[in-house]
């Protein structure tokens, strides 16, 4: 659970590369179109309708550097629900204020551009002359293919791509079945009203760089994605939790929130697998961190002002951007 936990707070692009292939949905769905009545004393329609409160109360960090350099720290969850919008006004204000919005990567322009999807896919391609079906269990191929079938989605092209691609797909489809959208994911939404607005976005990584990191996974570690995705599919415990986690988000609680990020395997768990755990938390988690916290300070010694999302687990925790920039003697401020 903490690999799937992950993935959903840290990594922005196969989630949505794997569902999305139309652009992010507004957070707000615009008004229908009615025909005209007649104005009346009694009816009158020249007023505008009311905007819908905003219910949730999401975590926002705000660091301020010497020279006047501002950056906002707002943790993303990759897929969303319609609780999670409008958001607050704290949220908006921080953002309009902001000179520019930084994402982990713009997923929207990639989807326009053919042939950076298409380097990116080959990354994702075996390139030994082998298939899948060579380097996982039969037993978990089995399963995977199984699962694809069910969702319409599978073809013995996939047989060509590298586990981890498969763990996304599968991924994907429990999110989908249960009804979390990625088109309304954090990011995906900050990132459509950017380009409506023409404000300028920034990337704090690259496409290129993600697909080039879940491809340089072990062979025993992508196996292992794998099964956990097959393990949670359908699974109602998965369900409840990533509920939990998507409540947690909404109301802001803090407590909840490090509890997923801060879950520990099982004393039980073997060894060759927690080898495998530690490979994803340093590639996913550690590393990341730093380069992220390195990315703000530049920001933070200059005076631009930057609105920066990232996945939740980039700006929670032990070792995440609002430790790390207190470590670095700056003060970070919760606005909520």
């Excluded at 569902?19 to 008004?31: F, G, L, W, Y």
């Excluded at 905003?54 to 550097?65: D, E, F, N």
């Excluded at 080959?122 to 079906?133: E, N």
Aim: hydrophobic share 40%; with cysteine.
């Amino acid at each position: 659970m903490k690999k799937l936990i992950a993935l959903l707070l840290a990594l922005a692009l196969l989630l949505s590369m794997a569902a999305c292939t139309s652009p992010a949905a507004d957070p707000v769905p615009e008004e229908k179109e009615t025909e005209s009545t007649e104005v009346t004393a009694e009816k009158p329609t020249d007023l505008e309708p009311e905007p819908p409160a905003a219910t949730s109360t999401p975590l926002l960090y705000k660091v301020t550097g010497e020279n006047g350099g501002t950056v906002w720290l707002f943790g993303s969850i990759h897929v969303g629900i319609e609780e999670m919008y409008p958001f607050p006004a704290y949220v908006l204000d921080a953002y309009n204020e902001a000179d520019a919005l930084a994402v982990e990567c713009d997923v929207i322009a990639l989807q326009k551009d053919m042939a950076l999807m298409t380097e990116l896919v080959q990354m994702m391609l075996y390139t030994d002359g082998t298939t899948i079906s060579d380097n996982i269990s039969p037993e978990l191929y089995e399963a995977a293919v199984k699962i694809l079938e069910e969702n319409n989605s599978y073809m013995k092209a996939l047989d060509y791509y590298l586990p981890v691609m498969w763990y996304s797909t599968i991924e994907n489809f429990t999110y989908a079945n249960a009804g979390y959208d990625s088109d309304i994911g954090i990011d995906m939404t900050l990132l459509s009203m950017a380009k409506a607005e023409d404000k300028p976005i920034l990337e704090v990584e690259s496409a290129k760089f993600q697909y080039e990191m879940l491809a340089s996974f072990s062979p025993e570690l992508q196996e292992l994605l794998l099964q956990e995705s097959v393990d949670a599919y359908g699974s109602e415990e998965n369900l409840e939790a990533l509920d939990s986690l998507l409540t947690a988000w909404c109301q802001g609680d803090l407590d909840a929130l490090l509890e997923y990020l801060n879950e520990e395997p099982d004393s039980d768990t073997d060894p060759e697998e927690l080898k495998l755990i530690e490979e994803f938390n340093t590639a996913m988690e550690t590393n990341r961190n730093i380069a992220m916290a390195d990315y703000a300070e530049e920001i933070l010694n200059s005076n631009d002002r930057v609105f920066i999302c990232v996945g939740m687990a980039h700006i929670l925790g032990d070792g995440a951007m609002v430790d790390l920039l207190q470590q670095r003697g700056y003060t970070v401020e919760r606005i909520q």
